[in-house]
C-alpha cells in the first residue's frame, strides 16, 4: 500500500512549456484534490474530484486543468507554464466520508523560468 | 466554512506536552474540527478530528470546548519529530465541494532539546 504517489518530485520548466503532474493512490479513495503551496503560504485548492469523471474547480484553478478517467489517477495539467505556477504542487485523497483524514503526497516542486 | 484563528508560532520543550489552541467561534453545529500537521517540505499529516467529543488517538489528543468555540491539540510528549506547522480546519460536514481543506497559516510549533 504504496498511499498517494506524486511524480515527477522536481521539475523546471521554461516559460510557455506544458507538462502533467501525475498522482495515483491505491487506497480506492473517491475524493482526490490538487493543493499548491507557495511560499510562507498555507495550501491553496486548485481542482478536486469527487469520483471517476468528476471534476470541479478550486480556490485557484486558473491555468491547470485536470481530468479523472480512473480511480486512482488525477493528473494535474498546466497548458502554458508561466513562473507565476512556481510553487509545490500537493496531491491528495480521501474516502470521502466525514470520519476520515486525507492522505497527502509527498510534493512536486516545480519552478517556471 | 468557518474561520479559524492560531498564534502564529509556539515553542515547547522536549518531553513536555505541547498545547495548540484554536479558535473557531463562528463555527456551526455541522462542522468538524480538523487537525493536520506540515513537517518542512513534506506533505501534510493528517492528525485527528472530531465534531463534539474530545478524542484522542495514538498521535495525539483533541479537547473542545462544551459550546465547540475553540479547541487545543494536545501532544502528550512532544518530541523533536514533533517540530511542524499545525493547522487548524473546520470543514463543513457533507459532500461535493464540502470535501475541501482550506488552509490558514497554521501554528510553527518548535520543539526545543
Redesign the interface.
Known sequence: NAGVTQTPKFQVLKTGQSMTLQCAQDMNHEYMSWYRQDPGMGLRLIHYSVGAGITDQGEVPNGYNVSRSTTEDFPLRLLSAAPSQTSVYFCASTAGANNYGYTFGSGTRLTVV | DAKTTQPTSMDCAEGRAANLPCNHSTISGNE?V?W?RQIH???????I?GLKNNETNEMASLIITEDRKSSTLILPHATLRDTAVY?CIVRV?????N????????TLLTVNP
Open positions: 468538524y480538523y493536520y517540505s513534506q506533505g501534510p499529516q493528517y492528525i478530528h493547522y460536514a457533507g459532500g461535493g465541494s470535501y475541501k481543506l482550506t488552509f490558514g497559516k497554521g
